[in-house]
């Protein structure tokens, strides 16, 4: 029987079993497990092909000395991998046998890790399959792939090779005295044969299982957390990004970039526009932002998008769009009133006023004698330059007079000060 593992960003297995030894006198063999991205970048896939040792094409490397290609009966076939803690395990593996489920199994990864640790910066994962009918003379053979998920760092950094990993098979009958559902027990060592016909570690050879794990190069982008930038509207602002690529650059690896905003109205342009990443380096990517004039004040999402084939990275950074800065202009008033004028005029034809201002705005011009209240007061609306105001009050007797300016926005008060004759 043949098994085909393949990890990649969430394991994967297929099995390519029809006839494998499941008792004490037979024995099963692991072949041709290799390791691939398929997507160039991402989840990492593990093939490989379990047969029974003895028939067509079986290597016959196995812990269990004995073939028996035609043996036929009930069982389950047993799978595990070694490999780094970080990374993401299956929940179940897939076949190419339509009736065959490979779903995780704790107790078998349980039962690897105590007669064969796995070492520092290692885990085992166990599967189990459903019980299978098996006629070895028949289809001698079952091809599993199992897809691991690569996971990234916190702050968008892409995943870091290499991955290290190790696959083992072995197997177990299945009968009226043995359910399928029993726990996987491995005796103590794991290549014994149980009474019930466990062999937990059939293949690869015990010394291999012992010994350095393969190794798979592999190859990730991430897009780094962060990016923002802030400015008026109706500038171009540039969103500065951090992309980063663990691994090898080769010719195939090669990103497109786009982006987008919520901001209506904006233009958004991409430099450079493709990436092809030099082996584990930075790139910086600029999004620029042609905010509109009339942009409402605020955040706005920027996302960059990095493709390539099926695969996509993806990060928001944050466009902050500005109020224009308050502009705080210091207001010159001054004014101009008669100095000596008869009171009897002044209250016939009123006195005029002549005010100079540097800005336009309301103000209150008022004209006061002694300390009361005001005896004229008026709203007005003050030019650039000079504006007239006259002010009129029958009550008006001789003496002094003062009138105050007060422009309201930005206040300003001036006092300008005469002397209404009795003649």
């Known amino acids: 029987m043949k098994v085909r593992s393949a990890w990649a960003r969430g394991a994967v297995a297929t099995v390519a079993l029809g006839g494998f030894v499941l008792a004490s006198s037979g024995c099963i063999s692991l072949d041709g497990v290799v390791a ?90 166990g599967y189990v399959t459903n019980t299978l009918v098996v006629n070895g003379a028949v289809d001698p053979n079952i091809a599993v792939t199992a897809r691991f998920g690569l996971p990234q760092g916190a702050d968008g950094s892409p995943f870091a090779g290499p991955v290290g990993y190790r696959a083992v098979a072995g197997f177990r009958l299945v009968d009226a005295t043995h359910p399928a559902d029993r726990p996987v027990n491995c005796g103590a060592n794991i290549t014994d ?74 233009g958004v342009t991409v430099t450079p526009g493709s990436l092809l990443p030099a082996t584990d380096s930075t790139n910086p990517v600029q999004v620029a932002v042609a905010v509109p004039a009339n942009a409402t004040p605020g955040d706005y999402p920027v996302t960059l998008t990095a493709t390539l084939g099926a695969q996509t990275r993806t990060r ?22 008669p100095k000596r004028l008869a009171f009897r005029v002044a209250r016939r034809r009123g006195v005029k006023v002549v005010v ?5 705005g309301l103000a209150i011009v008022r004209l006061y004698q002694g300390r009361k209240a005001p005896r004229v007061s008026r709203r007005v609306r003050l030019r650039v330059g ?11 007797v001789a003496g002094r007079y003062r009138v105050t300016v007060t422009m309201l926005t930005p206040r300003k008060t001036v006092t300008i000060r005469g002397v209404l004759r009795k003649r």
């Open 36 to 125: 691939e991205q398929p997507d160039r970048i991402g989840d990492l896939t593990i093939h490989g092909t379990v047969c029974l040792s003895g028939s067509t094409g079986c290597s016959g490397q196995d812990n269990i000395d004995f073939d028996v290609p035609a043996f036929s009966g009930q069982g389950q076939l047993l799978v595990g991998y070694r490999v780094p803690p970080g990374i993401t395990a299956p929940a179940s593996l897939s076949s190419d046998s339509p009736t065959t489920t490979l779903a995780a199994n704790a107790g078998y990864a349980a039962e690897l890790e105590r007669l064969s640790p796995a070492g520092p910066g290692r885990v085992w994962v």
């Open 193 to 266: 044969v149980m009474p019930d016909s466990t062999v937990c570690i059939d293949a690869p050879l015990a010394t291999t299982v012992a010994g350095d794990d393969a190794v798979f190069g592999t190859r990730d982008l991430g897009i780094i957390t962060g990016a923002k930038a802030s400015g008026l509207a109706g500038t171009t602002v540039t969103v500065p990004f951090t992309t980063k690529y663990a691994g090898t650059s080769t010719a195939s690896v090669n990103f497109a970039l786009s982006a987008s905003t919520t901001l209506p109205g904006a």
């Open 316 to 337: 928001e950074g944050v466009l902050t769009v500005t109020a224009p800065p308050v502009v705080t202009t210091t207001a010159r008033i001054s004014g101009i009133v």
């Open 356 to 360: 100079r201002s540097n800005l336009k």
């Open 386 to 396: 000079r504006t007239g105001v006259l002010l009129r009050n029958s009550r008006l």
